[in-house]
């Protein structure tokens, strides 16, 4: 071998290591998308009934809360009224679902064996449907 072939050579060896092509950019992305695919499937759903989950935690705290004042003073007319004061029993947060609306609370309650209602909205945010959430449907 010359001494320009052998220099070719080297320069063509270089240029081909220094990178990826396209097509293999291509196939890394197409894995990865796959992958998140995969991950999201499987993912979503628990993220749903965890959230679930924290809603009925969040009611039960709540119910205790409304308890605590009950025993201090009468019954509240809003939830509001757990969060003001140097004692209050609930962040102004704490009133918020996991979707981010408000729970709602009626007093006195629609039924007459319930002294309140307590709900979530649940995860369609929208009141009165099959996926709220509420202190009466344990």
């Known amino acids: 071998m ?3 072939s052998l220099l070719m050579h080297r320069v063509c060896r270089v240029t081909a290591a220094r990178g990826m092509t396209l097509i293999e950019i291509m196939v890394v992305i197409a894995i990865i998308g ?5 991950v999201g499937v499987g993912v979503v759903p628990q993220l749903n009934k965890a959230r679930i989950k ?3 935690a969040q009611l039960n705290t709540i119910e205790n ?3 605590t004042y009950s025993l201090d ?8 009224e757990l ?6 029993l609930l962040k102004a947060k704490q009133l918020k679902d996991p979707w981010g609306t408000l729970f709602t609370y009626a007093y006195p309650s629609s039924d007459s064996d319930r002294e309140y209602d307590l709900c979530s909205n649940g995860p369609d945010k929208r009141a009165g449907t099959d996926d709220d959430i509420c ?3 344990k």
Do not use: C, H, Q, W
């Open 54 to 56: 924290a809603a009925a």
């Open 34 to 38: 796959i992958v998140m695919t995969a």
């Open 65 to 67: 809360a409304l308890t």
């Open 83 to 88: 969060t003001k004061g140097g004692g209050a």
């Open 135 to 137: 202190n009466y449907e």
């Open 73 to 80: 003073a009468d019954t509240p007319n809003s939830l509001e």
């Open 2 to 4: 010359n001494a320009r």
